[in-house]
């Protein structure tokens, strides 16, 4: 089982930035490739950004605003977010691959115009 807990998410306004962290706990050895997921309200659950050992995939609605990271040591996986956008509202939701797919409970980024 891994464990997955996020933080970071937040109120902010057009062209702010926020950085998400994704903590991995549990049987973290053997994760291959993590990253994250948004939901905004009746939507689907679309994938953002991805990262797997040193490559890297977005959404090309956060190309060039988001970078996606990994600290090994620290079991943790970050989302940075710049100029960010009312249209990037949404549960921002963690996941991470070993054999299953593990997710977070999801955190709460506003943008406000």
């Known amino acids: 089982q891994v464990q997955l807990v996020e933080s970071g998410g937040g109120l902010v306004q057009a062209g702010g930035s926020l950085r998400l962290s994704c903590a991995a706990s549990g049987s973290i050895f053997g994760i291959s490739d993590m990253g994250w997921y948004r939901q905004a309200p009746g939507k689907q659950r679309d994938l953002v950004a991805t990262?797997?050992?040193?490559?890297?995939n977005y959404a090309d609605s956060v190309k060039g605003r988001f970078t996606i990271s990994r600290d090994d040591a620290k079991n943790t996986a970050y989302l940075q977010m710049n100029s960010l956008k009312p249209e990037d509202t949404a549960v921002y939701y963690c996941?991470?691959?070993?054999?299953?797919?593990?997710w977070g409970q999801g955190t709460q980024v506003t943008v406000s115009s």
């Open positions: 990262i797997s050992g040193g490559s890297t």
């Open positions: 996941y991470a691959h070993r054999f299953i797919t593990y």
